[in-house]
């Protein structure tokens, strides 16, 4: 089924950086798959083992494989906004806001006189 996906990806009007990134994530979603399958199939032989402490390491794995995967997936699609975002808030905070701005507010509030009689200010 994510096979038949990547005909109907390439097929699409996107940039070829696009496709590729979504194929991407559809390759981590394969993987998530494939690795619920092991993990699915480790936690079978694990119930019947004796040494429960050795054979939860190897149902571990392939947990931490199949979470990681699952959380690229959805995390992913959001990275580029998220990073537009940071770069806009990083670029903002170098830059000035407006000449005097905090000094007008001080003597709008008739602050510039007593600063240190009022903590409002």
Known sequence: MLVVAQKVIWALQMSKRAKIGVSVIFVAGIFACIAEGFRLGVTATFLGDKDLTYSVSSVII???????????????????????????????????????????????????ARRTQNRSC
């Open 62 to 112: 392939w947990a931490i494989g199949e979470m990681t995967s699952a959380f690229l997936v959805l995390c992913v699609p959001a990275l580029p906004s998220a990073f537009k975002f940071l770069k806009g808030k990083a670029r903002r905070r170098h830059m000035p806001r407006w000449p005097g701005a905090a000094k007008r507010l001080h003597q709008q509030r008739g602050c510039h």
